[in-house]
Protein backbone atom coordinates (compact mmCIF):
# COMPACT_ATOMS: atom_id res chain seq x y z
CA UNK A 1 0.00 0.00 0.00
CA UNK A 2 0.82 3.94 0.25
CA UNK A 3 3.84 4.77 2.45
CA UNK A 4 2.31 5.72 6.12
CA UNK A 5 4.14 9.67 5.50
CA UNK A 6 1.67 9.98 2.16
CA UNK A 7 -1.29 9.71 4.31
CA UNK A 8 -0.09 10.99 8.08
CA UNK A 9 0.15 14.06 6.75
CA UNK A 10 -3.32 14.32 5.56
CA UNK A 11 -5.10 12.87 9.25
CA UNK A 12 -5.25 15.52 10.93
CA UNK A 13 -6.97 17.70 7.88
CA UNK A 14 -8.75 14.44 6.35
CA UNK A 15 -12.59 15.79 7.09
CA UNK A 16 -12.25 19.24 6.18
CA UNK A 17 -10.33 17.98 3.15
CA UNK A 18 -13.19 15.16 2.30
CA UNK A 19 -15.60 17.60 3.03
CA UNK A 20 -14.53 20.45 0.50
CA UNK A 21 -14.35 17.85 -1.99
CA UNK A 22 -17.67 16.68 -1.70
CA UNK A 23 -19.45 20.10 -1.25
CA UNK A 24 -20.40 19.94 -4.61
CA UNK A 25 -22.68 17.02 -4.44
CA UNK A 26 -24.22 19.35 -1.21
CA UNK A 27 -23.71 16.55 1.22
CA UNK A 28 -20.67 16.09 3.45
CA UNK A 29 -18.85 12.31 4.60
CA UNK A 30 -21.28 11.51 7.07
CA UNK A 31 -24.06 11.55 4.57
CA UNK A 32 -22.13 8.55 2.40
CA UNK A 33 -20.85 6.90 5.44
CA UNK A 34 -23.73 6.45 7.04
CA UNK A 35 -25.52 6.12 4.02
CA UNK A 36 -23.38 2.81 3.14
CA UNK A 37 -23.32 1.31 6.51
CA UNK A 38 -27.42 1.33 6.59
CA UNK A 39 -27.22 0.20 2.64
CA UNK A 40 -24.20 -2.70 3.45
CA UNK A 41 -26.70 -3.59 6.78
CA UNK A 42 -29.64 -4.42 4.49
CA UNK A 43 -28.33 -6.19 2.43
CA UNK A 44 -26.82 -8.45 4.96
CA UNK A 45 -29.97 -9.34 6.73
CA UNK A 46 -31.08 -10.14 3.02
CA UNK A 47 -28.68 -12.82 2.54
CA UNK A 48 -29.64 -13.90 6.31
CA UNK A 49 -25.81 -12.93 7.70
CA UNK A 50 -25.41 -11.60 11.18
CA UNK A 51 -21.40 -10.51 11.89
CA UNK A 52 -20.22 -10.43 15.34
CA UNK A 53 -16.78 -9.69 14.51
CA UNK A 54 -16.06 -6.91 11.52
CA UNK A 55 -12.67 -5.81 10.59
CA UNK A 56 -12.34 -1.97 8.74
CA UNK A 57 -9.71 -2.25 6.06
CA UNK A 58 -8.54 1.35 5.51
CA UNK A 59 -10.29 2.75 8.98
CA UNK A 60 -8.45 6.28 8.66
CA UNK A 61 -9.56 8.07 11.56
CA UNK A 62 -12.53 5.53 12.59
CA UNK A 63 -15.50 7.01 12.23
CA UNK A 64 -17.18 4.67 9.83
CA UNK A 65 -15.62 2.08 12.23
CA UNK A 66 -18.21 3.15 14.82
CA UNK A 67 -20.64 3.29 12.58
CA UNK A 68 -20.37 -0.25 11.97
CA UNK A 69 -20.40 -1.54 15.38
CA UNK A 70 -23.53 0.41 16.12
CA UNK A 71 -25.66 0.00 13.39
CA UNK A 72 -24.31 -3.89 12.59
CA UNK A 73 -24.84 -4.65 16.16
CA UNK A 74 -21.20 -6.05 16.76
CA UNK A 75 -19.10 -7.34 19.79
CA UNK A 76 -15.72 -6.53 18.24
CA UNK A 77 -14.48 -4.59 15.74
CA UNK A 78 -11.14 -3.67 14.43
CA UNK A 79 -9.92 -0.59 12.27
CA UNK A 80 -6.63 -1.42 10.44
CA UNK A 81 -5.23 1.14 8.68
CA UNK A 82 -1.62 2.69 6.69
CA UNK A 83 -1.73 5.38 8.60
CA UNK A 84 0.50 5.59 12.09
CA UNK A 85 -1.16 9.14 12.81
CA UNK A 86 -4.64 8.37 11.58
CA UNK A 87 -4.65 5.13 13.63
CA UNK A 88 -3.14 7.38 16.86
CA UNK A 89 -6.36 9.49 16.09
CA UNK A 90 -8.84 6.91 16.09
CA UNK A 91 -7.72 5.04 18.84
CA UNK A 92 -7.86 8.90 21.04
CA UNK A 93 -11.77 9.27 20.04
CA UNK A 94 -12.94 5.81 19.18
CA UNK A 95 -11.16 3.33 21.19
CA UNK A 96 -12.65 0.95 23.45
CA UNK A 97 -12.30 -2.77 24.89
CA UNK A 98 -14.71 -3.39 21.87
CA UNK A 99 -13.39 -1.71 18.80
CA UNK A 100 -9.57 -1.75 18.05
CA UNK A 101 -7.21 -0.19 16.21
CA UNK A 102 -3.91 -0.76 14.15
CA UNK A 103 -1.54 -0.64 11.63
CA UNK A 104 -1.56 -3.14 9.18
CA UNK A 105 1.80 -4.51 9.72
CA UNK A 106 1.06 -4.98 13.37
CA UNK A 107 -1.81 -7.36 12.50
CA UNK A 108 -1.87 -10.92 11.22
CA UNK A 109 -4.69 -12.65 10.00
CA UNK A 110 -6.34 -15.75 11.74
CA UNK A 111 -9.36 -16.00 9.33
CA UNK A 112 -11.94 -15.69 12.87
CA UNK A 113 -13.65 -12.16 11.13
CA UNK A 114 -16.86 -12.50 10.01
CA UNK A 115 -17.07 -9.57 7.76
CA UNK A 116 -14.52 -7.32 6.53
CA UNK A 117 -15.79 -4.01 4.90
CA UNK A 118 -13.24 -1.44 2.77
CA UNK A 119 -14.32 1.74 1.41
CA UNK A 120 -12.44 4.04 -0.83
CA UNK A 121 -8.74 2.38 -0.37
CA UNK A 122 -7.99 0.54 -3.22
CA UNK A 123 -7.39 3.05 -5.51
CA UNK A 124 -4.96 4.28 -2.97
CA UNK A 125 -2.87 0.71 -3.44
CA UNK A 126 -0.47 0.63 -6.45
CA UNK A 127 -2.05 -2.20 -8.81
CA UNK A 128 0.51 -5.05 -8.41
CA UNK A 129 -0.26 -4.75 -4.93
CA UNK A 130 -3.79 -4.98 -5.00
CA UNK A 131 -3.83 -8.98 -4.97
CA UNK A 132 -1.72 -9.34 -2.30
CA UNK A 133 -4.19 -6.76 0.38
CA UNK A 134 -7.36 -9.02 -1.28
CA UNK A 135 -5.06 -12.03 -0.06
CA UNK A 136 -4.83 -10.25 2.98
CA UNK A 137 -9.07 -9.53 3.38
CA UNK A 138 -9.42 -13.51 2.80
CA UNK A 139 -6.93 -14.57 5.03
CA UNK A 140 -8.92 -12.09 7.66
CA UNK A 141 -12.27 -13.68 7.21
CA UNK A 142 -13.59 -16.91 8.30
CA UNK A 143 -14.57 -19.89 6.35
CA UNK A 144 -18.18 -17.96 4.69
CA UNK A 145 -17.21 -14.75 5.93
CA UNK A 146 -18.32 -11.56 4.04
CA UNK A 147 -16.32 -9.02 2.23
CA UNK A 148 -18.16 -5.76 1.53
CA UNK A 149 -15.95 -3.71 -1.07
CA UNK A 150 -17.34 -0.16 -1.70
CA UNK A 151 -15.15 2.18 -4.36
CA UNK A 152 -15.33 5.25 -6.55
CA UNK A 153 -17.01 4.57 -9.66
CA UNK A 154 -14.64 5.99 -12.40
CA UNK A 155 -17.44 5.71 -14.64
CA UNK A 156 -19.29 8.35 -12.57
CA UNK A 157 -18.50 11.90 -14.21
CA UNK A 158 -19.16 13.61 -10.58
CA UNK A 159 -16.89 10.77 -8.99
CA UNK A 160 -14.00 11.96 -11.27
CA UNK A 161 -14.68 15.29 -10.67
CA UNK A 162 -15.12 14.89 -6.87
CA UNK A 163 -11.79 13.00 -7.25
CA UNK A 164 -9.84 15.61 -9.15
CA UNK A 165 -10.71 18.55 -6.44
CA UNK A 166 -9.45 15.89 -3.06
CA UNK A 167 -5.88 16.74 -2.01
CA UNK A 168 -5.43 12.95 -1.14
CA UNK A 169 -7.20 11.58 -3.99
CA UNK A 170 -5.82 13.18 -6.98
CA UNK A 171 -3.09 10.86 -7.83
CA UNK A 172 -5.30 7.58 -7.44
CA UNK A 173 -5.67 4.97 -9.66
CA UNK A 174 -9.61 3.94 -9.89
CA UNK A 175 -10.76 0.55 -10.04
CA UNK A 176 -13.55 0.27 -12.39
CA UNK A 177 -16.42 -2.53 -11.08
CA UNK A 178 -15.59 -4.76 -13.79
CA UNK A 179 -11.83 -4.91 -12.68
CA UNK A 180 -12.93 -4.88 -9.15
CA UNK A 181 -15.43 -8.18 -9.97
CA UNK A 182 -12.08 -9.86 -11.73
CA UNK A 183 -9.25 -9.13 -8.80
CA UNK A 184 -12.08 -10.88 -5.80
CA UNK A 185 -12.90 -13.46 -8.06
CA UNK A 186 -9.07 -13.74 -8.72
CA UNK A 187 -8.44 -14.57 -5.16
CA UNK A 188 -11.11 -16.79 -4.74
CA UNK A 189 -14.10 -15.26 -3.38
CA UNK A 190 -17.94 -15.99 -4.53
CA UNK A 191 -19.53 -12.89 -5.75
CA UNK A 192 -23.36 -12.17 -3.79
CA UNK A 193 -24.11 -9.21 -6.22
CA UNK A 194 -23.11 -5.87 -6.96
CA UNK A 195 -25.01 -2.45 -6.59
CA UNK A 196 -24.46 0.87 -7.62
CA UNK A 197 -25.73 3.40 -5.04
CA UNK A 198 -25.52 7.39 -4.85
CA UNK A 199 -27.29 8.78 -8.20
CA UNK A 200 -28.22 11.55 -7.06
CA UNK A 201 -27.19 14.95 -5.53
CA UNK A 202 -28.63 16.88 -2.52
CA UNK A 203 -30.68 19.49 -4.70
CA UNK A 204 -32.20 15.86 -5.64
CA UNK A 205 -33.08 14.19 -2.61
CA UNK A 206 -36.52 14.20 -3.69
CA UNK A 207 -35.49 11.18 -6.11
CA UNK A 208 -33.84 9.04 -3.80
CA UNK A 209 -36.65 7.01 -3.05
CA UNK A 210 -36.01 5.50 -6.54
CA UNK A 211 -32.27 4.37 -6.03
CA UNK A 212 -33.39 0.83 -4.36
CA UNK A 213 -34.61 -0.26 -8.20
CA UNK A 214 -31.87 1.88 -9.67
CA UNK A 215 -28.84 -0.60 -7.80
CA UNK A 216 -27.73 -2.43 -11.37
CA UNK A 217 -27.75 0.90 -13.73
CA UNK A 218 -23.47 1.36 -13.45
CA UNK A 219 -23.78 4.86 -13.04
CA UNK A 220 -23.66 5.48 -9.12
CA UNK A 221 -21.10 7.85 -7.85
CA UNK A 222 -19.87 4.27 -6.06
CA UNK A 223 -20.25 0.44 -6.29
CA UNK A 224 -20.36 -2.15 -3.73
CA UNK A 225 -19.03 -5.39 -4.78
CA UNK A 226 -20.52 -7.81 -1.83
CA UNK A 227 -19.06 -11.10 -2.14
CA UNK A 228 -18.00 -14.20 0.19
CA UNK A 229 -14.96 -16.26 1.04
CA UNK A 230 -15.80 -20.06 0.33
CA UNK A 231 -16.51 -22.52 2.97
CA UNK A 232 -14.26 -24.83 4.05
CA UNK A 233 -14.85 -28.20 2.01
CA UNK A 234 -15.84 -30.96 4.01
CA UNK A 235 -13.84 -33.78 4.00
Same mark, same amino acid.
Given at each position: ??????? +?? &? @?? =????? /???? !???? $? *??? +?? &? @?? =????? /???? !???? $? *????????????????????? $??????????????????????????????????????????????????????????????????????????????????????????????????????????????????????????????????????????????????????????????????????
Amino acid at each position: MSNTAEF +DQ &F @AD =TYDDD /LNQA !LSVS $G *ENK +DY &F @AR =TRVQW /LHKR !LRDI $G *EKPIAAMDYGCGIGDTTVLLH $GQLGLNQTVGLDVSSRSVELARQKHGSPQRNFDTFDHYTPTANVDLVYCNGVFHHIPIAERAACLGFIRDSLRPGGVFAWWENNPWNPGTRYVMSKCVFDREAVTVSPTEAVSLVQGQGFNILRRDFLFFYPRFLKALRFTEPWMTRIPMGAQYLVLCQKPHAVAK
